[in-house]
């Protein structure tokens, strides 16, 4: 490793007698050679022309625009359009069957009379919900919360409990027969 030697220190805080070389001298010269030249606007590509042709115009890539010195305009002799051609769009695909047909028919899963029965447990009208049924399972959902409701009035006592222990008991008989009855009209057996 090449070390820079001090000549003479300034002062003894800023002397450093042993500096490394982080790069060589620049040269100027090789800065002003190594740079690209300025960029022009006007120029359309980097081809020089030949010595004894005579100067053509530059051209737009689209054909439509000519500068002439000072200004793009319009090409007064553009070339043709070429037409595009038009292809059709591509003929759909024919994907697979998600449920494959097994004996005549599609496989269906039944609906488990249990499972509907303990979710209206916890919230009346869902388990209608699941069978599919629903006007019913709402409701039944929304008269269980109106019985919620009048709970915290004085008519609550004589009105919301009742109410709410009917729609209660509605909503898990419903839930277990809306399963089995859905599950007969699918022809299985529960």
């Not at 737009?60 to 051609?85: H, I, R, Y």
């Amino acid at each position: 490793m090449a070390y820079a030697r001090a000549t003479e220190p300034k002062s003894s805080a800023t002397s450093l007698a042993c500096l490394p070389e982080t790069r060589p001298p620049i040269d100027p010269a090789s800065v002003r050679r190594s740079q690209p030249p300025p960029y022009n606007a006007a120029r359309m590509s980097d081809q020089p022309q030949d010595a004894g042709a005579p100067p053509r115009p530059q051209v737009s890539a689209d054909g439509l625009w000519v500068w002439n010195g000072t200004a793009w305009v319009a090409n007064p002799s553009p070339s043709p359009q070429v037409p595009v051609p038009y292809y059709p769009p591509p003929a759909p695909m024919q994907y697979p069957l998600l449920a494959y047909p097994a004996a005549g028919g599609y496989a269906v899963a039944p609906k488990n009379p249990a499972v509907s029965l303990i979710v209206s447990l916890f919230i009346p009208g869902v388990g209608s919900l699941i069978n599919g049924d629903t006007g019913i399972g709402i409701t039944i959902l929304l008269l269980w919360l109106l019985s919620i409701v009048l709970d915290f009035t004085v008519i609550g006592v004589v009105v919301g409990v009742p109410l709410g222990l009917g729609v209660f008991i509605w909503g898990l008989i419903d839930a277990y027969q809306g399963a089995q009855r859905w599950n007969r009209q699918h022809g299985i057996i529960s």
